[in-house]
């Protein structure tokens, strides 16, 4: 029996799987830091943590594993997001394979093309929609969770949030209606004015919860699941429904990321076999490592070793 | 350095059911997938973008193999290579499961056209596959004038995501 022995029915190679599997995770405030928890409970053994904040007094009502003494003080500054997120994977995983990056994931494209899936928590539609295309032209799947609180008057208010997995090849944000040009000129022009967003820990919780479930879907499937999805929340109904494009959208090719778009459009091999070259010359020229050895030298050496040691 | 071969789980069921088609009279299918490209450090990426068989009048008789590709399949692969700037592999199937393996037919005949490719865009790496029902091999030329190398890994994206080692 192991620790997971209660989520087998996800399949026999399912630990190792997980384990296998390295999560892109950008954005770590409510919903993020939610999706850090839960994959590691769940057994993913590989992250690429990026976010460029620190913990504030205003955070602490939905940051999971934050906590009050990573607060800033006179003497100590407060805790980067992406240090609570490692201490949060350290603590329920045995040997994580974590990269922390603080910083715009603009600055971590290296770390990330190595994720098998990206999961999104931003605050903006231009970085969701810069993300996708990121992730699309990598192939790699991308899941984007995100929750807003809008007025409705007379002091009442309305939850409502959006769970989207953009699978390369099948419809996109901008397919699914949640990216328009008009809402980007719109957050275009309140660039720099807008103030704090609302957010609750609950709702954060219920999005990140459908999007672990994706990403198991995609590594571990336990039933025929579909390859895109577009999940509505209604936090006043407490439903989480799939969106009427979902229906429409399905067998259609997605037009804004045409498949002739993979790939880095300025890749040139022979800087590559450069940088491959120079590599070499780095590795020959430590005294200490001689990694090519013939095989009948390695040989040698091995029954040296033994005959000396017997 | 590890190479990666990322392919779209349509895209790879796409081909694997076009190569499995009757020819009149090859004994099997041909084809070539184009790819971008995307490096980070010393690890490379190819990302297959686009599939185009062989067409029928393009293959040569020669009951000594498989199926011989005559100069206008190759022709028309490297005018795709040269118009769209982009890494060509051949593919084949062996059918089958489990991971496949060349032929000393398929070596002798790759190692004659693939470093032709670096004739025409030198700025992409090329190559050749062969995939069986359920995985893929693969060896990719980083440079026309020495060997390929085999592929390090294959990733097959859709749901489920399918990860398998190359060598």
Known sequence: MTRFDRQSFLGADSETTLHAATLGLVGLGGGGSHVVQQTGHLGVGGYVVVDPDHITDTNTNRLIGGRLADLETETTPAMAKVAIAERLIQGLQEKPRIITIRDSWHNATNELKRCDIIVGAVDSFIEREQLERFARRHLIPYIDIGMDVHELGNKKFLIAGQVILSMPGKPCLRCYGLITDERLTQEAERYGAAGSHPQVVWSNGVLASTAVGLVTQILTPWFDAPEFVYLDYDGNRGTLLPNDRMKFLRGTVCPHHPAEETGDPLFDVREFNKLLSNLELVTTEAPTTPVSKKWWARMFTRIINQWWRS | ?167
């Open chain 2, 1 to 167: 350095m590890t190479v990666r071969f990322k392919i779209t789980r349509h895209l790879l069921e796409a081909i694997r059911h076009d190569l499995v088609r009757p020819h009149a009279f090859a004994h099997e299918r041909v084809g070539f997938i184009s790819a971008g490209l995307s490096s980070a450090d010393d690890d490379l990426w190819i990302l297959a973008r686009a599939y185009r068989p062989v067409a029928d009048d393009d293959y040569l008789r020669d009951p000594s193999v498989g199926a011989m590709m005559g100069p206008d399949a190759i022709r028309k692969a490297l005018q795709w290579a040269l118009s769209d700037g982009v890494a060509i592999f051949h593919v084949h199937t062996h059918g089958g499961r489990g991971r496949p393996g060349f032929s000393g037919i398929d070596v002798r005949e790759q190692s004659k056209f693939v470093p032709s490719f670096f004739q025409i865009t030198r700025k992409c790496p090329h190559g050749a596959l062969v995939l069986s029902n359920n995985s893929a091999y693969g060896n990719i030329w980083l440079d026309g004038r020495k060997p390929g190398e085999p592929i390090g890994c294959f990733i097959e994206v859709g749901m489920p995501l399918h990860a398998w080692s190359g060598v």
